[in-house]
């Protein structure tokens, strides 16, 4: 069983959206681009629990804020969640129901003869939807969760309820009410689900709030609160019949089970002890951030042993907790579920996923599409994965990525641009400010094909390189959103002829002195005598050496506004323009620095 398509519309950021699943999957994408908002749209079809809150939905669950047209008529809240490859008992559960899904062309079947299902490529499926708007009578929101099949005669579709949901076997775990609710008993926490699958029945709350009401407190008349409710108490007397409120007593609450429930938590040893020598022990929400996710994240896999047949979504698995956790409790939650849905900004999650389960999300004035990250014909899959975190992972995580022809520039680039937006801050950004990710190349030849993937992505694609012939310049233009040729044929030789000489000077002695000149290179030792096209000679064989060290970023970290090369400058400069033309009606912070 698992969800294999999603259709959203007016919820939330999203005022259209078409989203595919894969068997698992890792949602990704700028910040507010949508992800969350898919994952909430989906528990508010098949969570379990998520229609108990009344109402459930309201104004800001709309896009835009927008409930009503300007004629008054209601605006609808639509989301369809298509489950395929449901199992015997799922089928028999769902039997007026069930639809056939067809895996090659990722579309229902309409009206199959029996001779055309290949249980191969054609799988059993059900679609549900929620229908959810304002409903001016009552002036009140209204929602509910139906089949989208069959339609009744009077048009009306038959209710998808509580326990059709629990046959489907959903569960979202939201990032924020990790640590509040996972080990309380509240209804539809963790610990509560892991109970009812269990098949616990508690029988323990009158009992306990018997204990607790018959707690006194300040009984003790030397207190003075028992005098005081006495005199409370014949006041009230010379007003009322005398049988009404008669011996008032101070207790420790009012508690009701729905309190109990609320109220009770798993306190944990926290590994230290108090001044008697006793194991101190807390609240498990007063734990610390990665205890508390990596328990939480233990006990859905206990959920998925009881359950057998589940499907979890879950936001930012990776949360205080290091890489060989996540990469641990990613691994145990897909081999335990039917199907594992994450959002994340981790490469860490990333690289645990094929790139055909990557799910890149865009969104374009709310209209959200996603596509399955893979590869072109000219990028080698070996390369991916060597390279995953260093090349790809900040570019699938971004909105904009700025494509470096090799590593000197890769290093350099996001190194000049803070150091220019320190100097000039009304003028320039880091790459960072404005949402750039950077990727190397690692040749002129890559640069192509790489932005046509990213671009396929959503991506807005900028690159910087050296000067290239007519051909292979074109190709890139054509390919690439934003492009900047660098008058060079290099980028050591962009530094060796744009750079001031007594500063490339001043910057090779200094290497020299800081003891930092390679042996290798001796007969060619900067010195005070040397030539400036013997210092350019010197300093380009240097550079040639210690590429992925980073010293022609240093070297350009030291130059004033005025030595650094005008190409970088206004390369920079033109990027930060292009973002804030794209940002309308954002404030530049940094407008507000100087």
Aim: hydrophobic share 35%; proline share 5%; glycine share 6%.
């Amino acid at each position: 069983m698992r969800i294999s398509r999603v259709i959203i519309k007016n919820f939330r950021g999203i005022k259209f959206g078409e989203v595919m699943f894969p068997n698992h999957a890792v949602v990704v994408g700028d910040n507010n681009i949508g992800k969350s908002t898919v994952l909430e749209a989906i528990d508010l079809v098949l969570g379990p629990d998520r229609m108990r809150r009344k109402p459930a939905i309201n104004e800001h669950d709309f896009f835009a804020g927008d409930y009503l047209c300007n004629d008054k008529t209601p605006i609808e809240i639509f989301i369809e969640v298509t489950v395929v490859a449901i199992n015997d008992e799922q089928e028999r559960h769902f039997k007026d129901h069930v639809e056939w899904w067809d895996t090659h062309t990722e579309s229902l079947v309409q009206n199959p003869p029996p001779e055309s299902i290949d249980p191969e490529a054609v799988l059993p499926a059900i679609r549900v939807c929620f229908k959810g708007s304002y409903d001016t009578e009552e002036d009140d929101f209204i929602g509910n969760t139906y089949f989208q099949l069959p339609v009744k005669d009077d048009g009306t579709l038959v209710p998808f309820k509580t326990r059709d949901k629990r046959v489907c076997g959903f569960l979202y775990l939201r990032t924020l009410r990790t640590g509040s609710r996972a080990l309380s008993l509240e209804r539809g926490s963790l610990l509560d689900i892991i109970l009812q699958l269990s098949k616990v029945k508690l029988d323990m709350w009158e009992e306990t709030l018997e204990q607790i009401r018959a707690i006194n407190v300040a009984d003790n008349p030397e207190l003075g609160v028992l005098n005081i409710l006495s005199g409370v108490q014949d006041s009230l007397k010379s007003l009322v019949p005398s049988d009404w409120g008669t011996n008032p007593k101070m207790k420790v609450s009012d508690f009701t089970r729905e309190h109990l429930r609320k109220t009770l938590n798993v306190f944990m040893s926290t590994g230290v002890k108090k001044v008697n020598g006793e194991d101190h022990i807390a609240p498990f929400r007063k734990q610390g951030t990665g205890t508390i996710n990596t328990l939480v994240l233990s006990m859905l896999s206990l959920i998925a042993d009881l359950k057998q047949n589940v499907i979890f979504a879950m936001e930012e698995p990776e949360i205080a907790i290091p890489p060989h956790t996540q990469k641990r409790i990613i691994n145990s939650v897909r081999d335990k579920s039917s199907q594992a849905i994450f959002t994340s900004h981790s490469p860490y999650v990333l690289e645990e996923f094929d790139p055909k389960e990557i799910v890149v999300l865009s969104n374009e004035d709310g209209v959200v599409k996603s596509c399955f990250a893979g590869f072109t014909d000219n990028i080698k899959r070996k390369s991916y994965q060597l390279e995953f975190r260093k090349r790809y992972c900040e570019a699938l995580l971004a909105s904009r990525v700025l494509i470096a022809e090799g590593r000197t520039e890769y290093d350099a680039l996001p190194l000049v641009a803070r150091h220019l937006n320190s100097l000039k801050p009304k003028e320039y950004s880091s790459l960072e400010a404005l949402g750039i990710a950077i990727i190397d190349a690692e040749s002129d030849t890559q640069i192509k094909p790489i932005a046509s993937l990213l671009k396929s992505f959503g991506k807005t694609t900028y690159a910087i390189f050296d000067k290239q012939d007519a051909t292979q310049g074109a190709g890139i233009n054509n390919e690439v959103d934003y492009s900047y040729e660098s008058p060079e044929k290099s980028f050591e030789k962009l530094i060796m002829n744009h750079i001031p000489s007594d500063k490339l000077k001043s910057f090779a002695i200094k290497l020299v002195s800081d003891d930092e000149w390679p042996t290798h290179l001796n007969s060619h030792v900067p010195s005070e005598t040397s030539t400036n096209e013997e210092i350019k000679s010197q300093l380009e064989k240097y550079f040639g050496w210690s590429k992925g060290a980073g010293t022609a970023a240093l070297l350009l970290q030291s130059c004033s506004y005025e030595e650094i090369p005008n190409f970088i400058k206004e390369t920079l400069k033109n990027i930060r323009q292009t973002v804030n033309q794209v940002k309308t009606g954002e404030v530049n912070l940094n407008d507000f620095l100087d």
